[in-house]
């Protein structure tokens, strides 16, 4: 509707600046559309300076490898509340530091950060996803995987279906939710399954973990392939059913800083702090396994 | 256009209000991995997501037409106490996020919600059905129908109805031929707006119908899935919902002078089909 009703809009004003060229003044109203887009551009570029204040600052912190000033940390959704807690004992161990974090799944974030998104760290949920920002040449060294990931089933707490197993899942009738093999829980899911030489007939292939859970919490869903700190993290809201062959969907978490961050020793810093013995102890309490 | 009636400035910032939603269209164009656009949209699962997306939103449009035109009609010509208020109240779709209509339907239709608990010891499973999308798509798209319809109707006022009347028409007389057609213009661009939001309903489906090739993942939600691994794909499925949009847009744009001419069922066309020009 819009698009139909103002495109016309943008020709015709053109032929009216053009036939009035002769007799009226058009410089002014042509003046003024350049006008206003520099407007507009100024207000972008507003924006980004606190960035690059920050970044000024920053390169001379790293030349004396000094650790503070604020980092942007892009991690996987399945990391929520471990980096939650991870930036805070960060900032508390380097006073002058500050984490910033978003959390989305790992193809989004891969995608901000080749379309140019100010991050200084990346935490993936797999290595398949890690390798696109590789191949764009955007690591500051090389990643390193700090943790793994397998898949539970959930269930309702009730588990209205029945369900102990995989092969229960896969029983006519059950609903059972998993992720789209687009994404890395989709991909583990058919790895398990085909491991276990059950043949699922899921109700929907979700595109994130968080939406298989959320049908499986509302009680929608009977049964849903999540992982098992997605579970943990869940509380009572659902139960975890081990797979036999979860081993086969293992995913492997990699980390890395990344070459355009200002803010490298703090960035390398971050890293080594989530690989390191106090990183290692968070994520273990959470779930998930060593690499 | 004459642009001499406005101060320039207004049309600058027009045009600036143009460019900021064509650019980024022109943007997405200019992304597109033209070798690949044919086999790309062609796939199985875009064929499956476009004629899903299609049969869905023709359907939601049904329903909205169906609906939508009594709550419009009861909106614009009865008054009793709380009108008001449950105008807002019908309207509150078009400004909630989709997502949070996804959880009200969820937990209206759900397997254990209000109704849905009901539907489902009857046999009737809505969760992950087509069903559930069309719902989704009838929730959000119903107020744009309503809002277009109703503001017509009080444009267009009673005095053609009330002169019906004192003629001897009955109640459903006057709706029928002098209402309807009076409006149906409104009603054409109305549903088409209705027909466009159920095309690009995102939030509300993922939330309450899920995603699966064929019954569930409509366009919108097969161009989400796709952007994870063939950002190609996705740019080139974007495009086909923007062409599929404007199609549709430019339609109406004909249909609506079209039938605001159309003579068909009125004994006097001519006089009051000039009233529906103003509503715009």
């Given at each position: 509707?819009?698009?139909?009703?103002?495109?016309?809009?943008?020709?015709?004003?053109?032929?009216?600046?053009?036939?009035?060229?002769?007799g009226?003044?058009?410089?002014?109203?042509?003046?003024?559309?350049?006008?206003?887009?520099?407007?507009i551009?100024?207000?972008?570029?507003?924006?980004?300076?606190?960035?690059?204040?920050?970044?000024?600052?920053?390169s001379?912190?790293?030349?004396?490898?000094?650790?503070?000033?604020?980092?942007?940390?892009?991690a996987?959704?399945?990391?929520?509340?471990?980096?939650?807690?991870?930036?805070?004992?960060?900032?508390?161990?380097?006073?002058?530091?500050?984490?910033?974090?978003?959390?989305?799944?790992s193809?989004?974030?891969?995608?901000?950060?080749?379309e140019?998104?100010?991050?200084?760290?990346?935490?993936?949920?797999?290595?398949?996803?890690?390798?696109?920002?590789?191949d764009?040449?955007?690591?500051?060294?090389?990643?390193?995987?700090?943790?793994?990931?397998?898949?539970?089933?959930a269930?309702?707490?009730?588990?209205?279906?029945?369900?102990?197993?995989?092969?229960?899942?896969?029983?006519?009738g059950?609903?059972?939710?998993?992720?789209a093999?687009?994404?890395?829980?989709?991909?583990?899911?058919?790895?398990v399954?085909?491991?276990?030489?059950?043949?699922?007939?899921?109700?929907?292939?979700?595109?994130?973990?968080?939406?298989?859970?959320?049908?499986?919490?509302?009680?929608?869903?009977?049964?849903?392939?999540?992982?098992?700190?997605?579970?943990?993290?869940?509380?009572?809201?659902?139960?975890?059913?081990?797979?036999?062959?979860?081993?086969?969907?293992?995913?492997?978490?990699?980390?890395?800083?990344?070459?355009?961050?200002?803010?490298?020793?703090?960035?390398?810093?971050?890293?080594?702090?989530?690989?390191?013995?106090?990183?290692?102890?968070?994520?273990?309490?959470?779930?998930?396994?060593?690499? | 256009?004459?642009?001499?009636?406005?101060?320039?400035?207004?049309?600058?910032?027009?045009?600036?209000?143009?460019?900021?939603?064509?650019?980024?269209?022109?943007?997405?164009?200019?992304?597109?991995?033209?070798?690949?656009?044919?086999?790309?949209?062609?796939?199985?699962?875009?064929?499956?997501?476009?004629?899903?997306?299609?049969?869905?939103?023709?359907?939601?449009?049904?329903?909205?037409?169906?609906?939508?035109?009594?709550?419009?009609?009861?909106?614009a010509r009865?008054?009793?106490?709380?009108?008001?208020?449950?105008?807002?109240?019908?309207?509150?779709?078009?400004?909630?996020?989709?997502?949070?209509?996804?959880i009200?339907?969820?937990?209206?239709f759900?397997?254990?919600?209000?109704?849905?608990?009901?539907?489902?010891?009857?046999?009737?499973?809505?969760?992950f059905?087509?069903?559930?999308?069309?719902?989704?798509?009838?929730?959000?798209?119903?107020?744009?129908?309503?809002?277009?319809?109703?503001?017509?109707?009080?444009?267009?006022?009673?005095?053609?109805?009330?002169?019906?009347?004192?003629?001897?028409?009955?109640?459903?007389?006057?709706?029928?031929?002098?209402?309807?057609?009076?409006?149906?213009?409104?009603?054409?661009?109305?549903?088409?707006?209705?027909?466009?939001?159920?095309?690009?309903?995102?939030?509300?489906?993922?939330?309450?119908?899920?995603?699966?090739?064929?019954?569930?993942?409509?366009?919108?939600?097969?161009?989400?899935?796709?952007?994870?691994?063939?950002?190609?794909?996705?740019?080139?499925?974007?495009?086909?919902?923007?062409?599929?949009?404007?199609?549709?847009?430019?339609?109406?744009?004909?249909?609506?002078?079209?039938?605001?001419?159309?003579?068909?069922?009125?004994?006097?066309?001519?006089?009051?089909?000039?009233?529906?020009?103003?509503?715009?």
């Amino acid at each position: 509707m819009i698009i139909a009703r103002l495109a016309p809009g943008v020709r015709s004003h053109g032929r009216d600046a053009r036939r009035g060229r002769p007799g009226r003044t058009p410089g002014r109203q042509l003046c003024a559309v350049p006008a206003a887009v520099a407007f507009i551009v100024l207000l972008l570029t507003g924006c980004g300076g606190a960035r690059d204040a920050t970044g000024a600052g920053g390169s001379a912190a790293a030349d004396g490898a000094e650790i503070d000033g604020s980092i942007t940390v892009f991690a996987a959704a399945s990391l929520t509340s471990t980096f939650t807690d991870l930036a805070g004992r960060f900032e508390d161990g380097h006073p002058g530091t500050e984490v910033r974090l978003t959390f989305a799944g790992s193809s989004d974030l891969v995608t901000q950060i080749i379309e140019g998104a100010p991050a200084d760290v990346f935490a993936s949920a797999d290595t398949r996803t890690m390798q696109r920002v590789s191949d764009e040449g955007l690591l500051a060294g090389t990643a390193v995987d700090f943790a793994t990931n397998t898949l539970q089933l959930a269930v309702p707490p009730d588990n209205p279906a029945g369900i102990s197993s995989l092969a229960d899942a896969a029983r006519p009738g059950v609903k059972t939710v998993v992720c789209a093999e687009q994404v890395p829980c989709g991909a583990a899911a058919v790895a398990v399954a085909d491991a276990e030489g059950v043949d699922l007939d899921p109700v929907s292939e979700e595109s994130s973990v968080t939406d298989v859970l959320g049908k499986v919490t509302s009680g929608e869903a009977d049964a849903g392939l999540v992982y098992g700190t997605d579970v943990r993290a869940a509380g009572g809201s659902v139960l975890g059913i081990d797979l036999a062959e979860a081993g086969a969907g293992a995913t492997t978490y990699p980390i890395t800083a990344l070459a355009e961050s200002p803010e490298a020793a703090t960035a390398q810093a971050f890293v080594d702090f989530v690989t390191g013995p106090e990183g290692r102890a968070v994520l273990t309490a959470a779930g998930f396994g060593a690499p | 256009m004459n642009t001499a009636a406005l101060p320039r400035w207004v049309v600058a910032a027009a045009v600036v209000g143009a460019v900021f939603v064509v650019l980024p269209l022109a943007a997405m164009t200019l992304r597109i991995d033209w070798p690949r656009f044919i086999p790309l949209v062609t796939s199985e699962g875009a064929r499956a997501a476009l004629l899903l997306s299609l049969r869905t939103s023709v359907s939601a449009t049904i329903l909205c037409v169906l609906f939508g035109v009594p709550l419009a009609l009861v909106l614009a010509r009865t008054s009793f106490p709380g009108r008001r208020f449950v105008r807002s109240l019908v309207l509150l779709p078009l400004v909630l996020p989709p997502v949070v209509g996804g959880i009200a339907l969820l937990y209206t239709f759900g397997r254990r919600g209000l109704i849905g608990s009901g539907l489902a010891s009857l046999g009737i499973d809505v969760a992950f059905s087509t069903t559930a999308v069309v719902l989704a798509q009838a929730f959000v798209a119903l107020p744009f129908l309503v809002l277009s319809l109703e503001g017509a109707l009080r444009t267009v006022g009673t005095r053609y109805e009330a002169v019906g009347a004192t003629l001897g028409a009955g109640r459903w007389t006057v709706l029928r031929r002098i209402t309807l057609p009076l409006v149906l213009p409104a009603l054409v661009s109305g549903a088409v707006l209705s027909f466009a939001r159920a095309l690009g309903e995102f939030g509300a489906t993922l939330t309450f119908a899920g995603s699966l090739q064929g019954s569930t993942r409509t366009l919108p939600l097969e161009i989400y899935l796709q952007r994870e691994t063939d950002p190609d794909a996705a740019v080139a499925l974007s495009l086909v919902l923007v062409v599929v949009a404007v199609v549709v847009v430019g339609v109406a744009h004909r249909v609506r002078p079209l039938g605001s001419l159309d003579p068909r069922g009125t004994a006097s066309p001519k006089a009051p089909a000039a009233a529906p020009g103003r509503v715009d």
